[in-house]
């Protein structure tokens, strides 16, 4: 049995609820269509990658092979465009914009990593909204060990059509080789169409650590990345993350307490057992706290 | 008859989990950022402030004018143009 003066709050909390329950569409420019089916990450080191990556539903999971992604992939991108591989990620990133008009967000990306790859330069990745799957679609990798990252790193994702950049590398006894693709496709007349550039930085008989910078055209054999999928679909995975946005977690703070007391001002005015400063107070709290969603953690 | 200290502490905890919350759940249901930390403000706001001062005499008024408070605040935060 309520207390008569708990009756306010849990209408408010009732309202609340049904206010939040009610459904309303949720806008992003990220947003899905459909579910993903497949997305073939290109290969590493400048190695041809499987197109047909229908040809493979359901196969088996790599074993040691993590997928990374939210803050971790974010932080791990981090570390290596502070590393002796940034720069070429920066001036893919860079021709990534000056072509497609958006630069790739690295707080968007997601990754597989894990000795399991060092086998896998080949290898199809499966994303699905419930699970993170990879399935192997063929193993020729010459590298023993070492480890190998992949990263897929959004620049825009709309209905029937993608783009971003994929960014590999594996490291063998001190020798790294690395890929990076900035890929566009867009589905057109029942086909993906897809506008690539390949930039790799690895050793060939040109030499060690030789650059080397390919543009793709259709009739190009290479399939840097294919997408087995007609409709819109969300390729960046969601997850709660540490925004960091302090100075503007401040504004708000402030801005809402500002509010607060105006507002508690003229209810007592109004009302005189409405209290000013334990109703600005409370109003603070709350509003310090619920700013805290959006500039300091959030959906991302 | 005003609440017990220990209800009012329960009432202030909630406010804060849900001031914390709420936000997450309304943003998820659809909410821009601006309405899904209004909306976990005033839920905050309200049961926080009842836990502050649980003696009201006209109960119906205070709640009112709450609300009031919160419509007032929240169009204050509005026209100056979410300066955050």
Not at chain 1, 79 to 97: I, Y
Request: glycine fraction near 10%.
């Amino acid at each position: 049995m309520s207390h008569p003066s708990l009756r306010p709050f849990f209408m408010t909390v009732l309202v609340v609820a049904v206010v939040l329950l009610h459904p309303v569409a949720k806008v992003s420019p990220f947003a899905a269509t459909a579910a993903p089916s497949a997305i073939s990450i290109p290969s590493i080191a400048g190695a041809r990658c499987a197109a047909a990556n229908a040809d493979n539903p359901g196969g088996p999971s790599i074993s040691g092979v993590r997928v990374v992604k939210a803050t971790e992939a974010e932080s791990r991108l981090r570390k290596k465009l502070d590393g002796p591989m940034g720069p070429h990620l920066r001036r893919a990133f860079d021709l990534f914009e000056r072509r497609f008009g958006v630069r790739p967000d690295i707080n968007a990306a997601w990754g597989v990593t894990g000795p399991g790859l060092k086998a896998s330069v080949r290898t199809t990745v499966q994303l699905l909204p419930a699970s993170l799957k990879l399935k192997p679609v063929a193993q020729d990798f010459s590298f023993a060990d070492g480890t190998t990252d992949l990263y897929y790193i959004p620049g825009d994702s709309e209905t029937d059509y993608w783009s971003g950049t994929f960014d590999g590398s594996t490291c063998d006894s001190g020798q790294c080789a690395e890929a990076i693709i900035n890929v566009q496709q867009q589905w057109s007349d029942g086909v993906w169409v897809t506008t690539w550039e390949q930039l790799t930085y690895t050793d060939d008989d040109r030499g060690t650590h030789h650059w080397v910078r390919n543009d793709g055209t259709p009739q190009d054999p290479i399939v840097l990345a294919s997408f087995n999928q007609q409709n819109g679909f969300s390729i960046r995975p969601v997850g709660l993350r540490a925004l960091g946005k302090y100075a503007d977690y401040l504004g708000c703070g402030a801005s809402r307490c500002a509010g607060m007391a105006a507002g508690c001002g003229l209810a007592h005015l109004w009302n005189a057992e409405m209290a000013w400063a334990p109703c600005t107070g409370a109003g603070c709290v709350g509003g310090f706290i619920a700013c805290t969603w959006g500039n300091l953690w959030g959906w991302q | 008859m005003g609440m017990a200290m220990t209800t009012r502490i329960l009432l202030a905890l909630t406010a804060i989990v849900l001031a914390a919350i709420i936000p997450m759940i309304a943003a998820g249901a659809g909410a821009t950022i601006f309405w899904a930390q209004t909306i976990g403000i005033v839920t905050g706001w309200l049961l926080l402030y009842f836990a502050i001062v649980p003696r009201q005499t006209n109960k119906k008024k205070a709640a009112v004018s709450l609300f009031a408070a919160a419509a007032v605040a929240t169009l204050i935060v509005v026209v100056l143009g979410r300066a955050w």
